[in-house]
């Protein structure tokens, strides 16, 4: 297994990575983990190698102010996460992309994103800086994502106005984790600049969309809004619910072993990669 860390350097920081490579000539797959996320969680290692084994090349990395630092699971710089919004995690996305073509990684034909939850955000923004700029992206693969920013409720955005910061805690470490004012900014500007029914409506590739029936933290109307607005605009949008899967289909941090519902996700987006 051609397994080694690639870590890129830009004007906000280091984006730090796993690449898996499946050889020269192989698709390659960026995974864009959501909020919190981070190469190392739960069922993304098991996503690279699953991927491996069907021959496809995979490229996983931490947000620069995402917090956690290489192969920790723990959110050890909190002065950047409080900084952490969608506009540092495009350009992360974005840094990655640039660099397709700087030797690091091998000669991939076909780029493709796959991004879960919030990691649905940079992945459309991304996709259209990226469209703009001429970088091909062959397919994008959005796995639980939601629908808008707009998605705390009014008491914490409130409470997030007063403030100019909201601490939330995080169940699995405990830590209070700062959101910040930019990312405040941005949820406020969900209906405009960070308006994803208009980005999405521009994207021109192959959109998969994919949720669980029993996702505890973003609901099916999501998935519904987003397959309407892409479909609308884009015959190749195709929507899958998985059945019975919750948010991280049926797996944990840390990992305690493959799903029936992580299974049937893969299954599904290896033959969308292989038919595309």
Known sequence: MQKQKL????????VDGIYLDAGTGSALVIIINGHNGF??????PYIQETLFRNGISSYSFNFSHGGVIGDSDYFDDLEKYEKNCMRLETEDLLSVLHHLKSGEFKQHPKVFLLAHSLGGVPAIFG???????????????LVSTIKSLDFWGKEITDAWKRNLVYFKKNNRTKQELPQGFEFLQEVLSCNTHWNIETAIKLLKQPILIVY?????????????????WSKEHNPDTLLKIIPNATHTFNTKHP???????????????????QKH
């Open 255 to 273: 990992f305690e072993g493959a799903s029936d519902a992580l299974i049937e996700l893969l299954d599904l987006v290896v033959n969308w990669i």
């Open 212 to 228: 669980g029936e029993k996702d505890e933290a973003v609901s099916k109307d999501h998935a519904e809004s987003l397959y309407a």
């Open 127 to 141: 996709s259209k800086k990226a469209q703009e700029e001429h970088i091909k992206i062959d397919g994008i693969i």
């Open 39 to 44: 190469y190392n969680y739960g069922m993304f």
């Open 7 to 14: 870590s890129f350097k830009h004007q906000n920081g280091t």
